[in-house]
Structure formats: structure tokens, C-alpha cells
């Protein structure tokens, strides 16, 4: 059964600083892996989605790594913001059926 | 397009009450996943549909809920009767594999039973 964790729980930067959000998971065999962000209140909204048979992806000031072999992904927020400040989940998805696992999250703080 | 287009936005009522969660998916898009999400037990899967017909739905926690698919563009999720546990931020999503995959959530349905 496909597990994801990710480290740290929570994390309080200055702002200006850049980042590392980590991700990872216990079967290699995924179909894709995907970065969300959540707000307080609000839904998830999609930042990068990195396909299997890809290593990273960018948009923006954030770029995602992805190393199936190790079940390791990590999200790099460069220059953060106080407008980052949010719960970042990342959540696999896997070869065998369409399901999507989903990490506890990170919780963003980003400090004016 | 539009998005994942969930309604309520919020719903209070009392226990013992009927509960009816809809949710449109995102034309094209043939998988559609409900989830619950709380402060103690994080997001949660509950079932999910492919091409309308359910296909994993060990997360509904009991007979008390219910989840349907009558065509590709509209799902309901019921709670009869509903308890206080229940209250809880409900989420449909929807991906298609054609399109690489992608998972797009609705903005939630709010529900507090009291």
C-alpha cells in the first residue's frame, strides 16, 4: 500500500528566503505526481504535476523535482513570498489503479 | 472551462437529517474522486469513479453514506441520516489520464451537522 510523508510538518521563513518542501513515498511504481496548494478555508489548487518518465518541472518561482528510484520529490520555492504562506500537500498517483495518495502536508508560514 | 462546480457551499443541519453533496467534474475528464478533509484526520479518500462506475469505495466510513454516477458529468454523495461527526470540508475532484492526469479539486462543500 502506497504511503506518502512529508517533511517538514510546518516551516516559518523570512521572507526572501528560498525553500525546500520535501516529499515521499514507499512504491516507485507511480503514474504521476502532482504539488498541490491549499489555503485556510479554501480548495486545492494544482502548482506542478511531474509524469513518471519526467525529473522536474517549473513554473514560476517554484520547480519540482522528482527521483522515483529513491520514492523522493521536493518542491523549491525560490525568493519566497508572504503570499506563499499556505499548506503545500503533494499526492501520487499510482501505475495499478487511479487512485491518488496524498501526504499530510506542509504547512507554509513566510514571515514580512 | 469552468472547473469542478460543487454545490452547497455550505450546508448546516441538524442530526438525523439528509445530506445531498453534488458535484459537476470537468468536462473530458473520466475520473471523479470524493474526499473528506478534517483537522484530526487530514484528507481522506472516500470513493472514487472511473467512466461512472465506482471503483474504490473502502474510505466510505459507513452505510450511512452513499455516492453516485448517473452520467460523465454529475455525482452525488449522500448522508442518511447525517451526525455531528460528519461535519467536514467535502471535496470532488476529477482527472482525466488522456491529459496527463492532472487532479482538479472543486471548492468544497462545508458541511456542519449539529
Known amino acids: 500500500k502506497q504511503e506518502v510523508t512529508q517533511i517538514p510538518a510546518a516551516l516559518s521563513v523570512p521572507e526572501g528566503e528560498n525553500l525546500v518542501l520535501n516529499c515521499s513515498f514507499t512504491?516507485?511504481?507511480?503514474?504521476?505526481l502532482q504539488w498541490f496548494r491549499q489555503d485556510p478555508g479554501k480548495g486545492l489548487t494544482s502548482l506542478l504535476l511531474?509524469?513518471?518518465?519526467?525529473r522536474e518541472q517549473t513554473s514560476g518561482r517554484l520547480n519540482a523535482s522528482l527521483d522515483k528510484s529513491s520514492g523522493r520529490s521536493t518542491l523549491y520555492i525560490a525568493a519566497s513570498q508572504p503570499g506563499d504562506s499556505a499548506t503545500y500537500l503533494c499526492a501520487v498517483r499510482d501505475n495499478y489503479g487511479q487512485n491518488f495518495v496524498f501526504g499530510p502536508g506542509t504547512r507554509l508560514s513566510v514571515l514580512p | 472551462d469552468a472547473g469542478v462546480i460543487q454545490s452547497p457551499r455550505h450546508e448546516v443541519t441538524e442530526m438525523g437529517q439528509e445530506v445531498t453533496l453534488r458535484c459537476k467534474p470537468i468536462?473530458?475528464?473520466?475520473?471523479l474522486f470524493w474526499y473528506r478533509q478534517t483537522m484530526m484526520r487530514g484528507l481522506e479518500l472516500l470513493i472514487y469513479f472511473n467512466n461512472n462506475v465506482p471503483i474504490d469505495d473502502s474510505g466510505m466510513p459507513e452505510d450511512r453514506f452513499s455516492a453516485k454516477m448517473p452520467n460523465a458529468s454529475f455525482s452525488t454523495l449522500k448522508i442518511q441520516p447525517s451526525e455531528p461527526r460528519d461535519s467536514a470540508v467535502y471535496f470532488c475532484?476529477?482527472?482525466?489520464?488522456?491529459?496527463?492526469?492532472?487532479?482538479?479539486f472543486g471548492e468544497g462543500s462545508r458541511l456542519t451537522v449539529l
Open positions: 475532484a476529477s482527472s482525466s489520464r488522456q491529459v496527463g492526469g492532472e487532479l482538479f
Open positions: 468536462s473530458g475528464h473520466n475520473s
Open positions: 512504491d516507485s511504481a507511480i503514474y504521476n
Open positions: 511531474i509524469q513518471s518518465s519526467q
